[in-house]
């Protein structure tokens, strides 16, 4: 009866005895424990009292936590040494990369330099306003693009229909982009607006790439992308005045073609693999050579452009310079992650 009394007694009857529970149980030396299903006179390990082992476990412990320290950070020491030895490893293959490009293009299509000295001061004014549009361009679109990721409207667009997105967004981004031409230079806030929609388009038509994609594939492939564009823009600048000037038509030519073998699986049946396979590699390849072309093209008629605002026959607009090069390097960048990715999937 005094054993279901005490089960019903709740916390608070229970709180002013503590202190006596304590002190009886100090001078009262405790029974020794008896396990189940054996008797009193056996002796049992599992239960005994482990005070002994626990204070020697006391005594030890600082020895033995600083000991344990020092071998986390002698274990960790070569991890960070790893880290920084393969960071420094990708970027001096970066730049040999960059450099190697830079070098086998400059021999092969710039044996012709400029004759005039030089690029002229406002010809790189020109230029390298443009060049900070474009970066600015591709740094909107690259947040724009992750934000989109981390908030659901890449699953949000891929959930509906594929057509309406695909239509709809070619729609947004023409429109935009022949918005953004259209306004004046000097109306700042319309201009910059209608290119800060625009970017945004492109945005969403990247984010989906980029969803799926490995971070480490996309920086290798963002790393190449620069490497190849900044050693055409090289030649570009520093090649003869108006030398690929006539290289638009056959580029453009070649994009209709490549844009063709990119709607080839629309209409090829799935049983011709060899055919789908060939405008695959068009599509790739043949796309990274037209749109390297393109950057060639561009940096050229840019500082044509340049010559003709310095003379004012057009007014300076780099935004819209900026727009051709943006294209130019989200084309080789789209394509350059697709060719990792075949190459990982090879390789497994």
Not at 115 to 136: A, C, I, K, V, W
Not at 230 to 245: D, H, M, N, P, R
Not at 280 to 292: D, P, S
Request: hydrophobic share 45%; glycine share 8%.
């Amino acid at each position: 009866m005094s054993f279901t009394i005490a089960v019903r007694q709740g916390p608070a009857r229970l709180a002013p005895r503590l202190p006596q529970l304590a002190k009886s149980s100090l001078r009262t030396k405790p029974a020794p424990t008896r396990s189940f299903h054996q008797y009193a006179n056996k002796s049992s390990n599992f239960f005994t009292s482990r005070t002994p082992v626990a204070s020697t476990l006391l005594k030890t412990t600082p020895r033995n936590a600083f000991s344990q320290s020092r071998r986390y950070m002698q274990n960790y020491a070569p991890v960070q040494q790893a880290d920084s030895g393969s960071l420094m490893r990708r970027l001096l293959t970066g730049g040999a990369i960059f450099g190697g490009t830079l070098i086998a293009v400059n021999a092969v299509f710039n044996r012709e330099t400029r004759e005039d000295g030089g690029m002229p001061p406002f010809e790189r004014s020109y230029l390298n306003q443009t060049f900070l549009h474009t970066g600015l361009g591709i740094g909107i679109i690259g947040l724009t693009a992750r934000q989109m990721i981390q908030s659901g409207f890449v699953y949000r667009l891929m959930v509906t229909s594929p057509w309406a997105v695909a239509i709809g967004g070619l729609a947004l981004s023409f429109g935009t982009m022949i918005g953004t031409r259209a306004v004046d230079p000097d109306n700042y806030v319309p201009k910059y607006a209608l290119w800060t929609a625009f970017n945004a388009t492109q945005a969403a038509f990247v984010a989906p790439l980029l969803a799926f994609a490995p971070p480490a594939l996309i920086a290798r492939a963002g790393l190449y992308t620069i490497a190849m564009m900044g050693s055409i823009s090289f030649v570009g600048a520093t090649a003869k005045q108006e030398k690929y000037l006539y290289i638009g038509g056959p580029l453009l030519a070649g994009a209709a073609i490549v844009a063709v073998s990119g709607l080839a699986p629309l209409v090829i049946p799935a049983t011709a693999v060899r055919t789908l396979a060939l405008t695959e590699n068009l599509w790739l390849y043949g796309g990274l050579a037209v749109f390297g072309g393109f950057t060639l093209y561009d940096v050229q008629k840019i500082l044509y452009h340049a010559r003709m605002a310095e003379n004012g026959v057009i007014k300076k607009d780099p935004v819209n310079e900026s727009i051709s090069l943006e294209l130019d390097f989200l084309n080789i960048f789209i394509r350059m992650v697709q060719i990792l990715m075949l190459q990982q999937n090879r390789r497994k």
